[in-house]
């Protein structure tokens, strides 16, 4: 099974006009960021299922850990699995030739290329 991930990171300014009883006003900015992440897994018969979880939070009070506590939920694929399909297959034909052509040297991974 393999899984492509997408992070986005958005970061919104909403702005607050007040006016309070005597009538003086005041303009403030707040930095909201959302983000999303988008993952897609392949079962053993290639067929792909997509999983994603969002948050926004004010700038300030983000908490990382937070968001990566969220479970994935199912959602719509995004991605063309057609095409990540295609892209695993170059990356692995890559891959067996480099374990021919470096035969002396420790074999690693390339996929973290994609």
């Known amino acids: 099974m393999i899984h492509t991930r997408t992070t986005e990171e958005t970061i919104h300014l909403n702005t607050e006009y007040k006016k309070d009883e005597k009538g003086s006003s005041s303009i403030s900015v707040e930095k909201v960021i959302e983000v999303v992440e988008q993952r897609m897994f392949f079962d ?3 067929t792909s299922i997509c999983f994603a979880r969002k948050h926004a939070k004010n700038g300030l009070d983000w908490d990382a850990a937070y968001f990566n506590s ?6 719509n694929c995004i991605e063309d699995d057609d095409e990540i399909r295609d892209k695993y297959k170059l990356l692995s034909k890559a891959e067996k030739k480099l374990k021919v052509g470096y035969s002396y040297r420790k074999q690693q991974c390339i996929f973290y290329m994609w």
């Open 44 to 46: 053993s018969n290639a």
């Open 70 to 75: 969220l479970a994935l939920k199912e959602s």
